[in-house]
């Protein structure tokens, strides 16, 4: 248990408050609208679907004012990077604002859903109200002042009804709007049609505007001059208790209806109310209830996160406009594109990342990018793989392909924004590193290697981090070629210092190999370099064993936190989550634990 509250406990905790808020506030407003007498005769219209349709209400705003806290990437990034005294558990919580964003949106769509088919019944009943046909249309109608009932229309389709007023005009938008933002956000869609997600959800502003002005036209109506009245004993003639111009909606709607169940106990069983109450049939007709609505009140709750999100733009407009300027591009094996960059005031930590826009090949489109250079550097870089239209017109763009030499004025313009936070940032808050890259996941650990290296070589006292190791998890041999370089210059500096001790890196490859190079890595066994990579570090084939590897590193560090840091493939970061967890404190063969906490650190994009 104490293993895995280490990882999930805080997150377990953060989920726990959420969702017991959205149901405090679902059941809150439902009894509130189903037991309270202020909506006593409305309730006797619309049935239960008043009540759910009031208590979604509450959760849909509450959701939509948090929905866009984990996208102000610069706020967060405040947190977690410039407020050094944010603690280690919030800034993990804070690494994790997309997966919050992921679970708001479905809260969402799921009380949308809710909210909109409880206001069907509604309409429903409301038109059967307005023409009389329902069994208590006609006495209800009576006790009430005419703006009780939003409908009047003749119509008698429910949906078509929904469409004269202003709430059901906006929540048809809201659900298209929510509809296509949802679905163009789907795993598969969005990494086949990035274009698609990046517009759609832009649909969001249309959504606001309408979410905001949903409740404007205030169709629920509560009474606002209700007062219980009170009799000594049936078959009084004592005057009425209640203030002038006072209801009480419970003993009308008995006198109007015979409906008794509601009333005090005390008068169940009077057969007749108006002539055992004499005066209360005409005072309920002459106090008519004065019904009122609250008005919107969305607007209430998403106020403050729109002006944090309205901030957060600005911010990143402002950052856009400066000037960036292509110093170098260097075409790497595999289709795998380096840009060079520097911007003044530009400054960034270890692994962060970017978002870049070309706007002369699309104007509105930004795509997120790791930085793969440290802060040491006069640069900041970024590696990009060709695999979409949007990569291969940039890298065609900046000479990719060409044989003649590209001046820097022909190369194309590139707005930057960010630095924005990472995990990886962490990986000198802790004693031991591991830094684990599933294929092209290893971006983020070129950036962490070499400033781990140049951190190293200033022999500060104040560093903590004493040792790395680092997996990386290659599904073909390609995967291999823009990244082996950097490894090379790395393992001929760490030779050079006397210092092959500090960083600890092992490479598998997982498929892609064949008999020929079977061959040659056979015939190579003995030598001093790797038969495919070139280094000193021998590859390994198949999958790394996890189970062998987290005992090493508790037994090599014991008493240690050990930082582990994972970019990669969904599939494997399940499985290394589940291997810190296990390995946490594990007891050794004699049955005392070996200390070691293993911190679990996963990249979002």
């Given at each position: ?270 057969p007749d109310i108006a002539a055992s109450f004499p005066g209360v049939v005409a ?84 795509h997120a990018f790791t930085l793969s250079s440290s802060p040491e550097e006069g ?227």
């Open positions: 248990m104490g293993n895995w509250l280490l990882n999930d406990g805080p997150k377990s905790l953060l989920v726990f408050l959420w969702l017991g808020t959205n149901i405090g506030l679902y059941f809150g407003f439902h009894f509130r609208f189903e037991l309270g007498v202020n909506y006593y005769i409305l309730r006797k219209v619309l049935f239960s679907a008043l009540a759910v349709a009031r208590g979604s209400a509450a959760c849909l705003n509450f959701n939509c004012m948090l929905i866009l806290f984990p996208v102000c990437r610069n706020l967060i990034s405040l947190f977690r990077g410039t407020c050094r005294c944010t603690p280690r558990s919030a800034r993990r919580l804070l690494d994790k604002n997309l997966t919050f964003h992921k679970w708001l949106a479905w809260a969402i769509t799921f009380h949308t859903a809710l909210h909109t088919g409880s206001h069907m019944f509604n309409y429903y009943y409301f038109i059967a109200a307005y023409d009389l046909r329902g069994s208590i249309g006609q006495p209800v109608m009576g006790l009430v002042s005419p703006d009780f009932n939003p409908v009047k229309t003749d119509l008698e389709d429910p949906v078509t009804v929904m469409w004269t007023t202003v709430a059901g005009v906006t929540g048809h938008v809201i659900i298209i709007c929510l509809f296509l933002m949802i679905t163009s956000s789907i795993d598969i869609m969005r990494r086949s049609y990035y274009e698609v997600f990046w517009y759609t959800h832009h649909l969001f502003v249309v959504f606001f505007a309408c979410f905001v002005v949903h409740g404007i036209q205030g169709l629920v109506k509560g009474h606002t001059n209700t007062q219980t009245i009170y009799y000594p004993k049936p078959n009084t003639s004592t005057s009425l208790s209640a203030a002038p111009g006072d209801q009480d909606p419970v003993l009308c709607y008995a006198a109007a209806t015979g409906f008794m169940d509601d009333v005090r106990p005390l008068y169940r069983n009077v005072y309920c007709n002459e106090t008519r209830s004065v019904v009122e609505s609250g008005g919107a009140q969305s607007w209430k709750w998403v106020i403050v996160p729109l002006f944090f999100y309205l901030v957060e733009r600005l911010l990143r407009v402002y950052r856009s406009w400066q000037t960036v300027v292509i110093t170098k591009v260097v075409s790497h094996p595999s289709r795998v594109l380096e840009i060079q960059m520097k911007k003044k005031g530009f400054h960034a930590d270890t692994a962060q990342y970017v978002f870049i826009c070309a706007p002369e090949i699309r104007y509105f489109e930004w640069y900041f870089s970024v590696h990009i793989r060709q695999v979409g239209d949007w990569t291969t017109e940039l890298a065609r763009r900046c000479g990719e392909g060409r044989k003649d030499f590209q001046q820097a004025y022909d190369m194309p313009k590139i707005l930057v924004d960010g630095p924005f936070g990472t995990p990886s940032e962490d990986i000198f808050k802790h004693e031991v590193g591991v830094a684990v890259g599933g294929g092209i996941g290893v971006t983020p650990f070129a950036s962490v290697l070499k400033s781990i290296w140049y951190q190293s070589q200033q022999q500060d006292s104040t560093m903590k981090l004493k040792k790395v190791y680092f997996y990386w998890i290659c599904p073909d041999t390609h995967s291999f070629e823009w990244f082996q370089s950097l490894l090379q210059h790395l393992e001929e500096q760490m030779l050079e210092r006397g210092a092959e001790g500090f960083i600890e890196y092992k490479i598998y490859l997982t498929r892609g190999f064949n008999t020929t190079m079977a061959r040659d890595i056979y015939m190579h066994e003995e030598a001093d370099g790797d038969a495919i990579t070139g280094l000193q570090q021998k590859t390994n084939y198949g999958r790394p064993n996890w189970d062998q590897i987290f005992p090493e590193l508790a037994g090599r560090h014991p008493g240690c936190d050990i930082g582990v840091f994972f970019c990669g493939p969904p599939v494997l970061s399940a499985m290394l989550h589940r291997k810190c967890n296990e390995y946490t404190d594990m007891a050794d063969s004699s049955g005392n634990s070996s200390g070691t906490k293993f911190y679990y650190n996963k990249e979002n994009f």
